[in-house]
């Protein structure tokens, strides 16, 4: 193969502006990612917040949170993938769906693990200042999980937004297209120019993360909250790779 | 597309005529699969010995496989295709790398997680560097390595389907044959066989584990 080659096409698909603003361009692709994006992370954090919290609260359904987690590792994304459509018809929803499932564990793991590792001296003094059970819930549990559960939905976002650029193979667009239309029809500029693209937009969305969670976090918490963080992804060896 | 009557999640049929192709994809999955944990783990640990006691490395090491995380699987094919082709070397490429990220990191992990006791311990019993790397702090670590080794096989299997993009998927390429005619029954049967390779290596691997670290059983 000629990479050499490849790159120039890469630069000049990249400098050309209508590769970015011609319908169905760079531009078009982005937006229609980047909204599967979201609403697959809104769906997934609807289903893994309130489980995590009502398990993590309990004490309960430890087991539940490893095995989801372990299943959806053994099953390839592109195979749900394939499954939906085949099951759904061709659209953006198989993709929003399957990305979704696979957004849960992060999310799911983290409001657990957060609720457990609650301090159980700070939820002996909100009993015992005779707080029930849901406002101890509000306003103990869940101010001092919440730097592990922002890291959970953020892992989750940043997988999903990987994760997404395999609707390109079941025609569910978004900025994968530019990757597998240019390798099928043998242009690799393109395909690089595209894998450029979808990298640049995954670390991006990463960086502005990182950022947006340190700038949210109140100082007195920064320290604390970042070793907790660190902590996770310790015993958690595994951020699923964006299959 | 088909309605659900004509158009079955699973077929006798199918299994019946397709069979030696299935038999065919799954020895192209497995193998891709094996070879690729096998060269990553033979690079990873000594990648991870060497960056243990440098931290500038280390924090490198780890770094750049944080980076490569965020990667997806069919952008890398897209960065590799180019260079190396279409096929089978492309995803190999591809699955080392990641493969080699859960690894490197594990083998840290376990190397780092040797009490400070024991490396004096074989310090003042006179042990040479690599003796003591080799007797004492490899074998320690390998509980670490091992849960490593199943995590990026079971992650491995999966990724092998990304690589239909560069036309050689393993399973995928069943899935993907499905998926262009509608046919529901050879996705859903590549699906299951992708999920049971998953399950046996990662039963398979568990047991491997036992079998070398002895010691641990007789504890427990």
């Given at each position: 193969m000629n990479g050499g080659s490849a790159l120039g096409?890469?630069?000049?698909?990249?400098?050309?502006?209508?590769?970015?603003?011609?319908?169905?361009?760079?531009?078009?692709?982005?937006?229609?990612?980047?909204?599967?994006?979201?609403?697959?992370?809104?769906?997934?954090a609807a289903v893994a917040l309130p489980l995590g919290l009502w398990f993590g609260h309990a004490g309960r359904g430890g087991q539940v949170v490893v095995a989801t987690a372990n299943l959806t590792r053994a099953l390839p994304t592109l195979a749900l993938l394939y499954i939906l459509t085949a099951?759904?018809?061709?659209?953006?929803?198989?993709?929003?769906?399957?990305?979704?499932?696979?957004?849960?564990?992060?999310?799911?793991?983290?409001t657990w693990t957060g609720l457990r590792e609650v301090?159980?001296?700070?939820?002996?003094?909100?009993?015992?200042?005779?707080?029930?059970?849901?406002?101890?819930?509000?306003?103990?549990?869940?101010?001092?999980?919440?730097?592990?559960?922002?890291?959970?939905?953020?892992?989750?976002?940043?997988?999903?937004?990987?994760?997404?650029?395999?609707?390109?193979?079941?025609?569910?667009?978004?900025?994968?297209?530019?990757?597998?239309?240019?390798?099928?029809?043998?242009?690799?500029?393109?395909?690089l120019a595209g894998a450029l693209v979808v990298v640049a937009v995954c670390l991006g969305l990463e960086g502005l993360l990182a950022a947006l969670q340190r700038m949210l976090t109140p100082a007195a918490m920064r320290r604390g909250g970042r070793r907790r963080t660190r902590a996770v992804s310790v015993t958690d060896p595994a951020p699923r790779v964006t299959v | 597309m088909q309605t659900g009557a004509d158009n079955p999640w699973f077929s006798w049929r199918y299994l019946e005529n397709n069979w030696r192709t299935l038999v065919d994809l799954t020895g192209q999955h497995v193998?891709?699969?094996?070879?690729?944990?096998?060269?990553?783990?033979?690079?990873?640990v000594p990648l991870a010995v060497l960056a243990r006691n440098r931290p500038a490395l280390s924090g490198a090491v780890?770094?750049?496989s944080a980076v490569l995380y965020t990667v997806p699987s069919l952008a890398l094919f897209g960065l590799l295709a180019p260079f190396t082709g279409i096929g089978r070397t492309t995803v190999l490429i591809g699955l080392v790398a990641y493969a080699m990220l859960v690894l490197v990191r594990n083998t840290l992990v376990g190397l780092r997680g040797v009490p400070a006791?024991?490396?004096?311990?074989?310090?003042?019993?006179?042990?040479?560097?690599?003796?003591?790397?080799?007797?004492?702090?490899?074998?320690?670590?390998?509980?670490?390595?091992?849960?490593?080794?199943?995590?990026?096989?079971?992650?491995?299997?999966?990724?092998?389907?990304?690589?239909?993009?560069?036309?050689?998927?393993?399973?995928?390429?069943?899935?993907?044959?499905?998926?262009t005619s509608s046919y529901r029954a050879e996705i859903m049967t590549a699906a299951v066989l992708c999920v049971a390779i998953a399950l046996v290596a990662d039963l398979l691997l568990l047991a491997l584990g036992r079998l070398v670290t002895p010691w641990l059983r007789r504890r427990a």
């Amino acid at each position: 193969m000629n990479g050499g080659s490849a790159l120039g096409d890469a630069l000049v698909y990249l400098n050309d502006p209508l590769s970015w603003t011609e319908p169905g361009g760079i531009l078009d692709l982005l937006r229609d990612h980047l909204w599967m994006t979201f609403v697959a992370v809104l769906l997934a954090a609807a289903v893994a917040l309130p489980l995590g919290l009502w398990f993590g609260h309990a004490g309960r359904g430890g087991q539940v949170v490893v095995a989801t987690a372990n299943l959806t590792r053994a099953l390839p994304t592109l195979a749900l993938l394939y499954i939906l459509t085949a099951w759904l018809g061709l659209g953006q929803w198989p993709t929003i769906l399957s990305v979704a499932v696979f957004a849960v564990p992060p999310i799911l793991s983290n409001t657990w693990t957060g609720l457990r590792e609650v301090d159980p001296a700070a939820r002996d003094a909100g009993t015992g200042m005779g707080m029930s059970a849901a406002r101890l819930l509000r306003d103990v549990e869940l101010p001092l999980a919440l730097p592990l559960i922002a890291a959970g939905v953020r892992t989750a976002v940043v997988q999903v937004v990987a994760t997404v650029s395999l609707a390109s193979l079941v025609g569910g667009g978004g900025l994968g297209l530019i990757i597998s239309n240019g390798i099928f029809t043998q242009r690799y500029g393109q395909a690089l120019a595209g894998a450029l693209v979808v990298v640049a937009v995954c670390l991006g969305l990463e960086g502005l993360l990182a950022a947006l969670q340190r700038m949210l976090t109140p100082a007195a918490m920064r320290r604390g909250g970042r070793r907790r963080t660190r902590a996770v992804s310790v015993t958690d060896p595994a951020p699923r790779v964006t299959v | 597309m088909q309605t659900g009557a004509d158009n079955p999640w699973f077929s006798w049929r199918y299994l019946e005529n397709n069979w030696r192709t299935l038999v065919d994809l799954t020895g192209q999955h497995v193998s891709l699969t094996v070879q690729a944990v096998l060269i990553a783990l033979v690079l990873a640990v000594p990648l991870a010995v060497l960056a243990r006691n440098r931290p500038a490395l280390s924090g490198a090491v780890l770094g750049s496989s944080a980076v490569l995380y965020t990667v997806p699987s069919l952008a890398l094919f897209g960065l590799l295709a180019p260079f190396t082709g279409i096929g089978r070397t492309t995803v190999l490429i591809g699955l080392v790398a990641y493969a080699m990220l859960v690894l490197v990191r594990n083998t840290l992990v376990g190397l780092r997680g040797v009490p400070a006791s024991v490396v004096d311990a074989a310090d003042g019993m006179g042990y040479p560097p690599v003796r003591r790397l080799l007797t004492v702090e490899l074998p320690l670590a390998l509980p670490a390595i091992i849960t490593g080794v199943r995590l990026a096989t079971v992650t491995t299997v999966a990724l092998v389907t990304v690589g239909v993009v560069v036309g050689y998927g393993g399973l995928g390429q069943a899935m993907y044959r499905g998926f262009t005619s509608s046919y529901r029954a050879e996705i859903m049967t590549a699906a299951v066989l992708c999920v049971a390779i998953a399950l046996v290596a990662d039963l398979l691997l568990l047991a491997l584990g036992r079998l070398v670290t002895p010691w641990l059983r007789r504890r427990a």
